[in-house]
Nanobody, 127 residues
Framework: QVQLVESGGGLVQAGGSLRLSCAASGRSFYRYAMGWFRQAPGKEREFVAAISWSGGSTDYADSVKGRFAISRDNAKNTVYLQMNSLKPEDTAVYYC????????????????????WGQGTQVTVSS
């Protein structure tokens, strides 16, 4: 079992930055790829970024490439999402999630592959 708690959301002006953190409980955190997803009001949950269990592979949605960066610190059981050059369309609740398959050799974008989810943190970008 992995329990996830996100933090770092808030209100920021367009062009600003935020760093989200996701703290995981459980000694098995290092086994799992981690992902960030987001959901805006009236929209479906969408993939944002993912990082492999080792940190060696990452993947990003086209809409955030070059602006967001995902990283992890397995010693601290934490995954991060650095968000720069924020836009109003980035406004959403952001969720971190843990892949359901340990030591998967690739990162995946489908939310169906993620078994463990945090409660979400709100990010609001004003224009």
């Amino acid at each position: 079992q992995v329990q996830l708690v996100e933090s770092g959301g808030g209100l920021v002006q367009a062009g600003g930055s935020l760093r989200l953190s996701c703290a995981a409980s459980g000694r098995s955190f290092y086994r799992y790829a981690m992902g960030w997803f987001r959901q805006a009001p009236g929209k479906e949950r969408e993939f944002v970024a993912a990082i492999s269990w080792s940190g060696g592979s990452t993947d990003y949605a086209d809409s955030v490439k070059g602006r967001f960066a995902i990283s992890r610190d397995n010693a601290k059981n934490t995954v991060y999402l650095q968000m720069n050059s924020l836009k109003p369309e980035d406004t959403a609740v952001y969720y971190c999630a843990a892949d359901g398959s340990p030591f998967r050799g690739m990162v995946v974008q489908s939310f169906r592959e993620y078994n463990y989810w945090g409660q979400g943190t709100q990010v609001t970008v004003s224009s």
